[in-house]
C-alpha cells in the first residue's frame, strides 16, 4: 500500500494540464530509471514491485498516478534514496 498517491496532471477543458515538471527537485535527484513500453507490457508492475520491496525496507514511496487511467503508474518516487522510477512511453509529460 503506497505512503502517497497523487496526479501531476489531468485532462481538463482547457486540454491537458501537467505539473510533471515537479515531479521532483533535480538537486535531490539520485537516480532515475526511465521504463519504456508497450501497453500491459508491465511497466506499473515492475514499479509496484520495487515499491513492495522499498516498503518492506521501510521506504517512503510516492505514487503519481496515471490521469487517464488511475489503474496505472506514471512514476514511483522513492524520497530517502533521492530515486525514481518513470514511465517514459508518451504521452506521459515527464519523459517522452
Do not use: W
Not at 7 to 14: C, D, E, Q, R
Amino acid at each position: 500500500m503506497p505512503n502517497m498517491q497523487y496526479f501531476l496532471g489531468g485532462n481538463t477543458p482547457g486540454g491537458f494540464y501537467s505539473l510533471y515538471h515537479q515531479l521532483s527537485d533535480p538537486a535531490r535527484m539520485r537516480a532515475l530509471y526511465i521504463v519504456k513500453g508497450g501497453p500491459g507490457s508491465g511497466k506499473s508492475t515492475l514499479m509496484r514491485r520495487v515499491e513492495r520491496h522499498a516498503q518492506a525496507a521501510g521506504l517512503e514511496t510516492q505514487q503519481i498516478l496515471c490521469s487517464g487511467d488511475p489503474g496505472s503508474l506514471d512514476a514511483l518516487l522513492l524520497p530517502q534514496l533521492g530515486a525514481a522510477l518513470v514511465d517514459g512511453t508518451a504521452p506521459q509529460g515527464a519523459v517522452s
